[in-house]
């Protein structure tokens, strides 16, 4: 169960990253609500996962999966660049996650 909680604080930690970039300082109502919520769901969640999981572990899953998710949307909604090397160090991070679950899974 703590690492169904990761995954989805790591899908919240998403959700606040770009919701960020559509409240535009905080100054729009709405995404602002929206990414406040997602940054409490993304903690408290967060905090569920480190009842169990090694906090070292918990805490670089939780970026890692916030991290690739940025940057995939980045690329699909914003149009960042997709260059060979940005989606190698996306691949690296992912396998760095990976290796995380199965070491404490």
Not at 42 to 60: D, N
Not at 71 to 79: D, E, K, N, P
Not at 85 to 98: E, S
């Amino acid at each position: 169960m703590a690492w169904i909680a990761l995954a989805l604080a790591g899908l919240f930690e998403i959700g606040w990253a770009v919701g960020l970039k559509h409240t535009e300082g905080f100054t729009r109502l709405w995404p602002s609500v929206w990414t406040a919520a997602a940054m409490v769901a993304s903690i408290v969640l967060l905090g569920f996962a480190l009842k169990s999981l090694p906090l070292g572990t918990a805490y670089a899953v939780w970026t890692g999966i916030g991290t690739v998710g940025t940057v995939v949307l980045g690329m699909l909604l914003f149009g960042e660049p997709a260059t060979a090397a940005r989606l190698l160090c996306i691949a690296a991070i992912v396998g760095g996650i990976a290796g995380l679950k199965l070491l404490h899974g």
